[in-house]
């Protein structure tokens, strides 16, 4: 009983820190624009928006990692998941 308890003590505690990172992070924009603008311009990804679905850019962001991106694997599922919602045109990425 007292390891169930602590289990879900646990549990608790790693679901609500992942939720904090996330509201953190935002809407993953600023993550984005920070390992994407470090190596070229963000022109570049504004012209991808919309084209590439989220094994598409799965696989460019893992070459980019493979070149040199330093980024978590949670970091990795944001700007991910933030470039498959992007709009062609997006104010952030298409300044």
Not at 51 to 59: E, I, N, P, T
Not at 67 to 72: A, E, I, L, N, P
């Amino acid at each position: 009983m007292k390891l169930l308890v602590s289990l879900l003590v646990a549990g608790t505690f790693l679901v609500s820190g992942a939720l904090m990172a996330s509201a953190q992070s935002n809407d993953g924009s600023s993550l984005t624009v920070t390992k994407c603008s470090s190596c070229h311009t963000l022109k570049r990804v504004c012209r991808s928006l919309g084209k590439k679905d989220l094994a598409a850019w799965q696989k460019t962001n893992e070459r980019m990692v493979k070149k040199g991106m330093t980024v978590t694997d949670a970091e990795l599922a944001i700007i991910n998941q933030y470039l498959v919602e992007a709009k062609p045109g997006n104010d952030i990425l298409c300044q």
